[in-house]
């Protein structure tokens, strides 16, 4: 399409029953570029804070539980993803109890280890002195008190202590049950506490018998038997963890999915005009898709929506322009690669032309001409099959620069068959290039030695004029993309009723005139012709246009007074347009020779990469040295300089065709969408 897609305004009246399902249908579907207070007012406050608070309540609660094991979890809505059901809020508080339990069992089993890691650590320091056992609680740190417990108490004293000590069963009864001998640690500060506890609950000291040094082995055998135990018991847990894992982390994907959009609903419900019962939403659509959704909108509520749909010129403030209508564009695989070159710059604005299609061809065009040679090329063009929808999965977040790559991947084949350069070597298609060539020379009569290769870009002998007329290929490639540029400009100008600057402007009817007469003299004089007469003429008239638009202008729509800023003011800036409209084109069409100077430094580069593989294949080993120069020089090539060309291409697209015409830019078309990282 030319011209961006037609659209509508469109007022949907939803009852608060079926508002969810309806916002739901909507992101899901990304129709609706969202208007009026959807649009702006995004810091809205929710309308029903409760339901809203209880979903980011549960959406924490899911992150806590994902985060303890290890799963990931979408950052939006997934493809799959739908609004929460009663059943999943009660799947919520299930695998929260189960993680949490574990999670606390996880938590004391550790902090257990590593007090008995800390008393075992201890005890094994003080293992060898030469000391009574009776002195070792005098020790900075550790504190033993060896005797009987009740096992019934154990648990108790255990529980009492907490985390300021360490209770050590020594040794098992006959049925495996716990003895009454244990030992209890602790540190010093923790002295007093372990005290009182075991007096409270009737702990019996175990005498030491007097000059025993050292710690007893029975103690160390002791702690060494807890810790084993502790080993068990954490690596159990950790087995507990991993079928938790297994079983929970695609359900908590999914349900985390589930909240955040209904986290989203939640917030746009708040931004939405609304009474008790019944909410407003109003965005812009394509024009071709109002029926359609009009129809399945109506199937999904039982038909208990109302649907207003308006034109843009019906719409008040798009008529006095305060507000813009949004821009959608529609095109195939190839040209749609290239938006977003567009829209990096601006969106056009609606009603205008859509300069998507010159870009995909220009920008194919020059990138192939500054880029040429037959493998290379096949490289970008593999790299955009890669990145492609039925590509690697690995580079699906390239994907957009698939058709680019795949684009300027033939042209650049295209252009290294014409100048005989695979991989920057310029001997390998010699032979098919001069079997083609004397074919056709056959078929066309025409008598004498069949060329090496069609296109000579490096200085040779008989060459150099090959080579200027490149050059000046290239600048007939500006002259055209310059005045496609001047062509749109002047037809979205008249579309818009802007005639004064359509046809009196610089960029308008007047300095396209003059662009052209001047390029028709210019290639007059190099044919062997002269400057005539009529040549002062048809130079004049654009001239006198451009500098007296303003007052012709005036004069003609009857406006007063004809010297809007008096005459003085007039002339100056008369003088600097028509200045400025002469500097403008020169600079912008020479700067195109920067397209047939890329492409020399191209040819150049590989050219020096080529002979410097064929001086080391002579070499010891050369034919080793050789290859890695040809694979890291061609690497270098494809990497550096394809991405020069590629800047350099955009800045010709930007500064020399968008300057023309983008004075004013649109808005792009933007529905609503949960999942905002994925395009439509």
Not at 25 to 32: D, H, P, S, T, Y
Not at 71 to 88: K, N, R
Not at 331 to 359: C, M, N, Q, R, W
Not at 618 to 628: H, T
Request: glycine share 10%.
């Amino acid at each position: 399409m030319i011209r961006p897609r037609k659209m509508k305004r469109i007022e949907l009246t939803i009852l608060d029953r079926d508002a969810n399902q309806v916002i739901e249908f909507l992101g899901r579907r990304a129709l609706i570029h969202l208007s009026g207070d959807e649009e702006t007012n995004t810091d809205a406050p929710v309308r029903d804070t409760a339901a809203y608070e209880r979903i980011r309540d549960l959406l924490g609660t899911i992150r806590s539980a994902a985060a303890y094991l290890g799963s990931g979890l979408p950052e939006e809505p997934e493809e799959i993803s739908a609004l929460p059901v009663e059943t999943d809020d009660l799947l919520v508080e299930k695998i929260s109890a189960s993680i949490s339990s574990l999670g606390t069992k996880e938590s004391e089993g550790n902090q257990e280890k590593r007090k008995v890691e800390e008393a075992l650590n201890e005890a094994r320091a003080f293992g060898n002195l030469n000391a009574p056992f009776s002195d070792l609680d005098q020790l900075s740190y550790l504190t033993l008190r060896v005797g009987r417990l009740d096992p019934k108490r154990q648990d108790m004293l255990r529980e009492n202590l907490a985390d300021r000590a360490v209770v050590i069963p020594l040794g098992q009864n006959e049925d495996g049950s716990s003895g009454d001998r244990i030992l209890a640690a602790s540190s010093r500060k923790g002295r007093f506490a372990l005290d009182s506890e075991l007096k409270r609950l009737s702990f019996v000291p175990i005498a030491i018998p007097e000059g025993y040094t050292g710690i007893p082995a029975e103690l160390l055998s002791g702690l060494e038997d807890r810790l084993a135990g502790m080993a068990r018991l954490l690596e159990e847990i950790a087995k507990e963890k991993q079928a938790l894992r297994e079983e929970y982390a695609p359900v908590l994907r999914r349900l985390a999915g589930s909240y955040l959009m209904a986290l989203e609903v939640e917030r746009l419900k708040g931004r939405l005009r609304a009474t008790q019962s019944v909410y407003v939403l109003s965005g812009w659509i394509p024009a071709d898709m109002v029926k359609g959704l009009v129809a399945e909108l109506g199937q999904l509520t039982g038909g208990r929506v109302a649907v207003r749909s308006f034109n843009p010129e019906e719409i008040p403030e798009i008529r006095d322009g305060r507000k813009k209508v949004p821009v959608s564009l529609e095109h195939g695989a190839f040209v749609k690669g290239f938006e977003k070159v567009v829209f990096s710059y601006g969106a056009p604005l609606y009603g205008t032309i859509d300069p998507t299609p010159f870009v995909a061809i220009s920008f194919t065009l020059l990138f192939g001409i500054m880029f040429g040679d037959l493998g290379q090329g096949f490289v970008l063009f593999l790299l955009g099959l890669l990145t492609s929808k039925r590509g690697a999965k690995a580079l699906s977040g390239f994907r957009h620069f698939s058709s680019p790559l795949i684009a300027v991947g033939i042209s650049s084949m295209i252009m290294g068959l014409l100048n005989g350069a695979v991989f920057a070597n310029e001997e390998l298609l010699t032979g098919p290039t001069r079997a083609a060539a004397g074919f056709f020379m056959r078929i066309a009569g025409v008598a004498g030695e069949p060329p090496e290769r069609i296109l000579h870009l490096m200085p040779e002998k008989g060459s150099v004029a090959k080579l200027f007329y490149f050059f000046g290929f290239t600048v007939a490639v500006g002259v055209i993309l310059n005045s496609i540029g001047l062509v749109v400009n002047i037809i979205n100008l008249c579309s818009m009723k802007k005639y004064e600057r359509a046809f009196f402007s610089k960029t308008g009817a007047a300095g396209l005139f003059l662009f052209w007469y001047a390029i028709f003299i210019a290639a007059r004089l190099l044919l062997g012709g002269r400057f005539a007469w009529f040549d002062i003429t048809g130079l004049a008239v654009p001239v006198f246009c451009i500098f007296f638009g303003p007052l012709l202008w005036r004069i003609i729509t009857q406006k007063r007074p004809v010297f809007e800023e008096g005459p003085m003011v007039f002339i100056m800036e008369g003088f600097v347009e028509v200045l400025e409209t002469a500097s403008t084109y020169i600079s912008n069409t020479v700067s195109f020779l920067r397209v047939g100077a890329f492409a020399l430094s191209h040819a150049v580069l590989s050219f020096i990469v080529f002979t410097l593989a064929e001086m080391l294949r002579e070499a010891p080993g050369g034919p080793v040295f050789a290859l890695i120069v040809m694979l890291f020089g061609n690497a270098v090539i494809i990497v550096l300089e394809g991405m020069i060309v590629a800047i350099q291409v955009v800045r010709l697209q930007y500064y020399e065709f968008f300057s023309k015409f983008f004075t004013e830019t649109g808005v792009e078309f933007s529905p609503f969408r949960f999942r905002k990282g994925v395009e439509s």
